[in-house]
């Protein structure tokens, strides 16, 4: 039985007379362009955020713009990023006329590795962007210590981790400013694109309002350029339907990571990733040998709460990643690699200093490695052991191979 990647008509085809009824509310309303129903989406993500000011806006990637033109980020600048991340991520940054600084990432969770971020950072440093990629917190213990060090500003790519939490804490709501999306394969996936951009500092959420809308602030006054980044209202009033059934969402992709885990574990040459080697390439190359290790499981940490946006694998062994891409393809399984080129080595950013691009061996080691299964919360059982029993097979029949 083929498994999809993803599959939004399942999520949102039961919705189908609730969306149905917002958009005749919306229609009804004709009000289209900033809408009662964008205040409410507000304030329902705020409240389920935890976070003073919610700001919707025209996509994930808009969001971070917002951040980096309301800070002031530009020209001369330099912003500290992951190199193993979406391109948006330095995308936004390199839109600005700022330079993007790629640093290598943690192996066990992808995230950015602090410790190298603070080698990167020159008096040009402006900010830091880590990104919660995958659904799992970075380490923002370690982010806040080395931006307050420096008097950096935070900016929290949360693209992919819309209700994830550092130890009790919503990520996106522990920097200056928190940006989502909600692009149809999100984990609160929309019906085209749009974001939305959170702070809890009055003064940051005034600027960010003024940047989404032309920089205008009153009517038809402009003291700053801005752009034209608002929500449409019938999206928000879509999403509004959405966001009451988010908590079911995570639980089924947290039950099926779980599941995944535990059936896939007990398979030979497949173990669960180690969080004593976060950070420690070294350590976890002698893990690796010692466990024999042909297949890594992705894992949680204790103080995070991570709710799956992928169920990312590294598969080890130079080409073996490929084959088993090819192979879950042939059995119809979907399947993705997240990502094949790390940011330092897309041809866009090649005329950038190498200092800019340097050590990054990690992210590279990762990019032949990492393949991601299909984790949506509408999964069957059936289904999940379909992707299972062919990760089996592959392990007896593609691992022979010395």
Known sequence: MPVTLLDVNAQNHPLTDKLREAFDRVLASGQFIMGPDVLAFEQECSSMLGVKHAITCSSGTDALVMALMALGIGPGDEVILPTFTFFATAGSVARTGATPVFVDVCPICFNIDAEKAAAKITPRTKAIMPVHLFGQSADMDAIQVLADKHQLFVIEDCAQAIGSLYKGKPCGTIGHYGAYSFFPSKNLGGFGDGGLLVTNDDALAEKARM?????????????????????????????????????????????????????????????VADPAHCQCAARQSDWIAETAAKIILPVPYAHNHHIWNQYTLRVIGEGRRDSLKAHLQTKGIGCEVYYPLTMDQQECFAPLPESSRSNCQIAHRLATEVLSIPIYAELTKQQLDEVITAIADFMEKGFAIP
């Open 211 to 271: 940047m989404r809308n032309h920089g205008m602030q009153p009517k038809y006054f402009h003291s700053v350029v801005g752009g034209n980044f608002r929500m449409d209202t019938l999206q928000a009033a879509l999403l509004r339907v959405k966001l009451a059934e988010y908590d079911s969402y995570t639980a089924g992709r947290q039950r099926n990571a779980a599941y995944y885990t535990e059936k896939l574990s007990l398979l030979p040459g497949i173990v």
